[in-house]
């Protein structure tokens, strides 16, 4: 059974147990999430690339051949004439000048990279924070079906306790069926949490990539900073969602100064080579300046478009910002008032302990039943 297993595991020596950055080492290198962001990144590197290509001359060659026959009547007869024919050109195109645009598109293409860097930054601390919750999780689990042990067994001895002194006069048939039903109610617990370690262990797997073995105690928590204005200035700073809404801005930014080039015109330069079968050779070299004159309100649909998304960009980065300052507060207010209930538990349970141990020795001497023992246990 599982009880049995987990109960055998905690009692084996830790020396071998899994530790909290083994967990986070198996989920950074079996997350299939981490693996497709970490390929969409590398897609995003290479629009850069294609940017940088436009400021480069671009090189091509066409092979042609073809045959034609041609049926000529004269006043002299009729005659059929066939011709083969082939030639090949070579072609070089270079844009000069065009008022920053492609200069633009490199940068929008780099600013994409930086943001989804960020979104893969992000990604991992996700998967690093399934992680850690994943390990607590199993710990907690273990813990609790270790627990649910120690009361199913300490209640079978009231149980048996009360059977005897039943035997002997002490009690009624009533204290036996109270432990009896306190019994039952402990089993049931009991299964209870050793569903909830199935549980555990399956995100576990989820998030490491397989099942946890012995795990090792938890690790002390990292420093913290000292107030809830220090935190949220480290998180304004390096939240990679901040980041990467910042970088989204400076993207929009790009693209609207794109959208207004687009009504400037291009110039560029070409050179051909071109030869054919029959020994005929030419050379050719050309300027092209191109500009749009009108496109029926596409340009400026295309601006106006731009302003809207660079708009949509800054107010998402302030949303951003105040979401991450939020989830900041919260959580701090969380860390204050589990410290707090940390104490009050401990001095709790030492309290319980106690009691529980002065009704014992109570009921011993008969000045306690087994139903105020059953209740402080």
Do not use: C, H
């Not at 590398?42 to 294609?50: G, I, K, L, P, S």
């Not at 048996?160 to 035997?167: D, L």
């Not at 039903?181 to 617990?189: E, I, K, P, T, V």
């Not at 731009?306 to 979401?323: E, F, P, R, V, Y």
Request: proline letters at 2%; a negative charge; hydrophobic letters at 50%.
């Amino acid at each position: 059974m599982m009880v049995l297993a987990v109960g055998a595991a905690l009692a084996a020596p830790l020396a071998n147990a899994e530790t909290l950055t083994d967990a986070l080492i198996a989920a950074y290198r079996n997350s299939n999430l981490l693996d497709q962001n970490r390929a969409v990144l590398r897609a995003a590197d290479e629009d850069v690339a294609t940017a940088v290509a436009a400021l480069r001359p671009v090189v091509a060659y066409s092979a042609d051949a073809g045959w034609a026959k041609l049926d000529i009547s004269t006043a002299a007869g009729r005659a059929v004439v066939e011709n083969l024919s082939a030639s090949l050109t070579l072609t070089a195109d270079m844009t000069l000048f065009d008022f920053g645009r492609n200069a633009l598109g490199i940068e929008i293409a780099k600013a994409s990279v930086l943001a989804t860097r960020q979104a893969l930054v992000e990604v991992e601390q996700q998967v690093l924070l399934a992680a850690v919750q994943a390990y607590v999780d199993v710990r907690l689990a273990e813990e609790l079906v270790i627990l649910g042990q120690s009361n199913f067994r300490l209640i079978e001895e009231e149980l048996r306790a009360a059977q005897a002194r039943f035997e002997v006069g002490e009690t009624t048939l009533t204290d036996v069926a109270i432990a009896q039903a306190r019994l039952a109610g402990s089993r049931a617990s009991l299964a209870s949490a050793d569903g909830s370690l199935l549980i555990a262990r399956e995100s576990y797997k989820a998030a490491t990539g397989a099942y946890p073995g012995r795990l090792a105690p938890l690790p002390g928590l990292p420093e913290l900073p000292r107030t809830l204005e220090e935190a949220q200035a480290v998180a304004r700073n390096t939240s990679p969602l901040i980041r990467q809404a910042q970088q989204l801005v400076t993207l929009s930014e790009f693209q609207l100064s794109l959208a207004e080039a687009a009504r400037l015109p291009t110039i560029g330069a070409g050179i051909t080579l071109r030869t054919d079968d029959l020994g005929f050779n030419s050379q050719g070299v050309g300027l092209r300046m191109k500009q749009t004159i009108y496109a029926g309100g596409a340009i400026s649909a295309l601006q106006r478009q731009a302003i809207a998304g660079k708009d949509g960009a800054n107010a998402t980065l302030m949303q951003t910002a105040g979401s991450v300052m939020e989830a900041v507060g919260v959580t701090w207010a969380t860390l204050e008032v589990s410290a707090a209930a940390i104490v009050a538990t401990e001095e709790q349970v030492t309290a319980a302990q106690t009691a529980f141990d002065g009704v014992r020795q109570e009921a011993e001497v008969g000045a306690r039943t087994t139903l105020d023992v059953l209740d402080a246990e």
